[in-house]
């Protein structure tokens, strides 16, 4: 049997540790907090994810010294840390975090390199809701690593017939895709909270994709990546679904709520936050509109009004 670590126990980790458990690994959980690791193990249920029981088979409290895998979801700003506080090993990492860290403007696996160099890693994306996938819904992910031999040996540690893991051999383009569709997530939101109407999110979300495309292919990513499950599949979920928080927080900003009241209303890391103004710093001097936008908004730099104004004020040119 295999033998997966899953670090992190928010709603991400624990859905990523049922389905490992699913497909047929030994799995261990393992909270940051030793008192929320007790408390999870006692009771089955994560308050994150309340609607699913946590399989007795899985164990929660500190990592195994062998592993054939080691997954981590923690919010991408702890990633560092996270990685920081693993043992040293060969057990392939896979990055389940989505966003770019604020202090050093790096994607996630470049984290990893620093600080693990050397390690096989690969991350983990998609158009997946934590509790769908806690709950075996239907889903489909991907799984990127430049090498063959990473995908091959990690995608059977996670796949099942009803999560379909498809291998891609793009890390960049996967994770800018997964950074970047949370950021033009919170402004599909304002635009719908404003009440611009579904015709202003639809070309909202059509020219967000193109800006991700721009983005990842500047940082050495390839198109057809953006155009798949970890681009435009994550992005439209991400700006439709009411499960999402960046979506709901950029809902409450459109409908006049201050960034500290929308943040004081949500479960969770709205990981757009942090990552809006890291996403525009590492792609300045491209043409990215939105993601500067929404950077600026979230800053106080602009005002919803302005910020819309300033959009549809663009200059007019083929698409």
Known sequence: MHRVVVIGAGAWGTALAIQAHRAGAAVTLVPHDPVRAAAIARSRLNPRLPTTAIPAAIAVGPAPQEADAVLLAPPLQHLRASLAGLARGDAPLVICAKGIERETLRLPLE???QTH???????LSGPNFAHE????????AVLAAVEPAVRARLIPLIATRTFRVYGNDDPVGSQVGGAAKNVIAIAAGAVIGAGLGENARAGLITRGLAELARIAGALGGRAETVMGLSGLGDLLLTCTGTASRNFSLG???GRGESLAEAKATRRGVVEGVTT???LAARAAGLDAPICRT???LLAGET???QAIADLLAR???DE
């Open 251 to 253: 809902l409450a900003l």
């Open 294 to 296: 929404v950077a600026a």
């Open 133 to 140: 996938i806690a709950a075996g819904l239907p889903a489909a």
């Open 117 to 123: 160099p050397g390690r096989a890693a690969a991350y």
């Open 111 to 113: 984290i990893a390199e």
């Open 276 to 278: 809006a103004p890291a």
């Open 315 to 317: 200059p007019r040119r």
């Open 303 to 305: 005002t919803l009004g």
